[in-house]
Each structure stands twice: as structure tokens, then as C-alpha cells.
């Protein structure tokens, strides 16, 4: 229900039920997941460490680690921690299962810490995977505050992903 409500844009609602699903099961580490995905986003960046923390403790070879590594990036830019950031970010996109958002993640958070050559080479694995990956369809997957997203928006003409 809490993933449901995100994709309806009722974060507050999406938090109530996610906080729920971990009350009712401590140990759901995709509960946690959900949380941090929230939280990083548009709730709070320091609870969005905590449940992301909580949830690769609680599955440490989780098929969504890259996921989860990339809710503690966004949590990090957030909280103006960029070169952590950037390191969760690669941490991301070498997890053997990683999509096309998890490189895109990397490739711009890299930019942002002024990592270009590796944000560069992101660049080249996304366009290896989607050719017609662009900003547009990055924001369209996340539900960005204006300061991420500000902050992503200028990373992306650095590494030459087309809005």
C-alpha cells in the first residue's frame, strides 16, 4: 500500500503505511526499503539513512541492493554529503542486477562530486543500455524534490544526458 500511494504522489499516506507494514513486520527489509525510497525523496534524508541502513542489514544480498543504494544517495545530496553520495552511487550501479536508473543515479550523483571520467563512463553504460535513456525519463521514475532535482537538472547537461 505504502509503493501504492507513492505512485499517487500521497507521500505522507505512502510513510503512514510503510511505518505500518514495519511495525506489523520489523524484519520486512523491503518495508524498510520502501521507507528509505520515500523518505529520500521527498521526507526526511536522516530517516531515509536510517531505513536504508535497516534494510541492507536485514538483507545484506538483497536482489534490490542497488536500489537501496541508491535511496542512500539521494538521502546523502539531500544532506550535502556528495562524495559519500558518489560512492553509494557506484555502489549502485555494480550491483550484478542494476537497471538503466541505477546507472543514470551514478552517472549524474559522479558529476555532481565532480568525478567526471566516471561519470562519463556511466554515461557510456546507459547509453549501451537504453540509447534513448534521457533526463526526462530519470525525473519521470522519481518523485524529486526542487533541490534534488535542481541539483540533478545540472549534473545531467555535465555528462550529456538530454532533458
Known amino acids: ?67 537501496i543504494h541508491g535511496s542512500r544517495t539521494f538521502a546523502l545530496l539531500r544532506l550535502g554529503r556528495a562524495e559519500e553520495a558518489a560512492e553509494f552511487a557506484v555502489r549502485g550501479g555494480q550491483q550484478p542486477n542494476a537497471h538503466v536508473h541505477a546507472h543514470a543515479i551514478a552517472a549524474l550523483t559522479l558529476a555532481i562530486a565532480g568525478r567526471i571520467d566516471e561519470a562519463l563512463a556511466e554515461r557510456r553504460c546507459i547509453m549501451s543500455l537504453r540509447p534513448d535513456y534521457n533526463f526526462g525519463q530519470f525525473e519521470e521514475a522519481f518523485h524529486l524534490l526542487d533541490d534534488l532535482r535542481r541539483i540533478y537538472q545540472k549534473a545531467a547537461k555535465l555528462v550529456l544526458i538530454p532533458e
Open 1 to 67: 500500500m505504502g509503493r501504492a500511494l507513492w505512485l499517487r504522489r500521497e507521500h505522507e499516506g505512502a510513510i503512514g503505511e510503510l511505518n505500518q507494514s514495519i511495525r506489523l513486520s520489523p524484519s520486512y527489509a523491503l518495508a524498510h526499503y520502501g521507507l528509505a525510497f520515500v523518505h529520500c525523496q521527498t521526507g526526511d534524508p536522516t530517516r531515509a539513512l536510517d531505513a536504508a541502513d535497516m534494510a541492507a542489514h536485514l538483507s545484506p544480498l538483497d536482489p534490490m541492493l542497488f536500489a
